[in-house]
């Protein structure tokens, strides 16, 4: 995830804030706003796709932990319902529903 990191220190640096302090808000949005929530929602889909490929690639698959093994359920899942188009973003846009249902559950 360092590329995410490398963005998001580009985007304070952009800002000319010194990195202390209160955060400035970055590409129009602060971190207070439920839109932060769906940014980082998007990340985290991002970012289990390729973890949950590589695993997939594995002779011998290492033992998961409880949520990370239940993140991995819900991507195999979300995927193997993906039918028609199966591109990229449609993969992306059902593991981010996915996830989603789960954390609605989760709280409720």
Known sequence: ?????????????ATGMPPTGPLPELFGLSLRYPAAAGLLAD?????LLPAHDVLAVMPTRPTLGAGTGAAFKVIEEAVAAVTGDRSPARAHAAVRAGLADVARQTVA
């Open 1 to 13: 995830m360092s590329h995410l990191w490398d963005a998001f220190f580009a985007g304070m640096a």
């Open 43 to 47: 990340v985290v889909a991002i970012e």
